[in-house]
C-alpha cells in the first residue's frame, strides 16, 4: 500500500481551483490510463469537478458516490460519521463518547440518519435518474474527493466501496492532514495525494478557488465526462455552470 505525495518547502502553494487538482492528481495516475476495468467514483458534489478532469486525461468512466455526513445531535457541523448509498454507516471513533457527553437519545440519531437517507436518494435521481450505482466486483475504483479534514465521510465509502469486493481501492485526494491521510492509507490498496500541509485547516482554505458545486454542474461534469468518453476526444475542462 502506498502513499504518494509532493509537499512543497516551507508554505504549501494554493491550489488554484479543482480542475488544477484534478490536472495533478491524472499525472500521478497514469499508470490506470485506459485500464477497462478502471471506474473513477467521485464524492459530490466537491469531487466531481477533480474526477471529471482524471475521467479526460485517463479515458475512465466517472460516477459518482453518494456519501453523507453525519452531524451530532444540535451540532450538524461536527462530524460524528457517515452514511454511504449502498447502506453502510460509519461512525468516528470517538462517536460514543461525543453522543454520550452529549445526552443523544437513539430516536436522535435515527432522525438524523433518516434525514440523510431521504438526501441520499434525492441525490441519486438527480445524478443518475435513479440507476443504481453501477457493479463494482472485480474492478479498479479510484475514490476521488477534493480534500478530506476528519475523512468521516471518506472513511464510510471506503468501507460501502470495499463491500463491494473490487479488485483494487485507489484513493485520491488533493490535500488532507497528516494523521487523517495515514490512517486512510491502511484501509486502501494506494492512496495519492498532493499535499499534506504541517498546519492543516479547512479543505477550502487551501484552495485560491473553492466556490460551491452545485446539483446542476455536478450533472453536467457526468454528461460531459460521458460523451468524452463516447466520442474518445479530449475536452477541455469546463467552467462551472
Request: charge should be negative; aromatic fraction near 8%.
Given at each position: 500500500m502506498g502513499l504518494r505525495h509532493d509537499k512543497p518547502e516551507g508554505e504549501p502553494v494554493l491550489l488554484v481551483n479543482?480542475?488544477?487538482?484534478?490536472?495533478?492528481?491524472?499525472?500521478?495516475?497514469?499508470?490506470?490510463?485506459?485500464?477497462?476495468?478502471?471506474?473513477?467514483?467521485?464524492?459530490?458534489?466537491?469531487?466531481?469537478?477533480?474526477?471529471?478532469?482524471?475521467?479526460?486525461?485517463?479515458?475512465?468512466?466517472?460516477?459518482?458516490?453518494?456519501?453523507?455526513?453525519?452531524?451530532?445531535?444540535?451540532?450538524?457541523?461536527?462530524?460524528?460519521?457517515?452514511?454511504?448509498?449502498?447502506?453502510?454507516?460509519?461512525?468516528?471513533?470517538q462517536a460514543q463518547d461525543i453522543l454520550a457527553s452529549l445526552h443523544a437519545h437513539p430516536h436522535d440519531l435515527n432522525t438524523i440518519l433518516e434525514r440523510e437517507r431521504r438526501e441520499i436518494a434525492r441525490r441519486q435521481t438527480a445524478y443518475r435518474g435513479g440507476q443504481a450505482l453501477p457493479p463494482l466486483a472485480q474492478r479498479t475504483v479510484l475514490l476521488v474527493d477534493d480534500g478530506v479534514a476528519t475523512g468521516a465521510t471518506f472513511f464510510a465509502s471506503v468501507e460501502a466501496v470495499k463491500a463491494q469486493k473490487p479488485r483494487r481501492l485507489v484513493a485520491a485526494?488533493?490535500?488532507?492532514?497528516?494523521?487523517?491521510?495515514?490512517?486512510?492509507?491502511?484501509?486502501?490498496?494506494?492512496?495519492?495525494?498532493?499535499q499534506?500541509?504541517?498546519?492543516?485547516?479547512?479543505?477550502?482554505?487551501?484552495?485560491?478557488?473553492?466556490?460551491?458545486?452545485?446539483?446542476?454542474?455536478?450533472?453536467?461534469?457526468?454528461?460531459k465526462a460521458a460523451e468524452a468518453l463516447r466520442d474518445n476526444e479530449p475536452?477541455?475542462?469546463?467552467?462551472h455552470a
Open positions: 479543482r480542475e488544477e487538482a484534478g490536472r495533478l492528481l491524472a499525472d500521478r495516475l497514469i499508470s490506470y490510463r485506459r485500464d477497462p476495468s478502471a471506474l473513477i467514483l467521485a464524492l459530490p458534489r466537491g469531487g466531481v469537478p477533480v474526477g471529471y478532469v482524471i475521467s479526460l486525461a485517463l479515458h475512465i468512466p466517472l460516477d459518482v458516490f453518494i456519501t453523507r455526513k453525519l452531524g451530532a445531535p444540535g451540532n450538524p457541523e461536527f462530524a460524528i460519521g457517515a452514511v454511504a448509498e449502498t447502506g453502510t454507516v460509519f461512525f468516528n471513533p485526494v488533493p490535500v488532507g492532514p497528516v494523521d487523517t491521510l495515514r490512517l486512510l492509507r491502511s484501509q486502501v490498496d494506494e492512496l495519492v495525494v498532493l499534506t500541509p504541517e498546519f492543516f485547516e479547512a479543505v477550502g482554505n487551501h484552495y485560491e478557488d473553492f466556490e460551491q458545486v452545485s446539483d446542476e454542474t455536478v450533472r453536467h461534469y457526468l454528461q475536452s477541455a475542462p469546463l467552467a
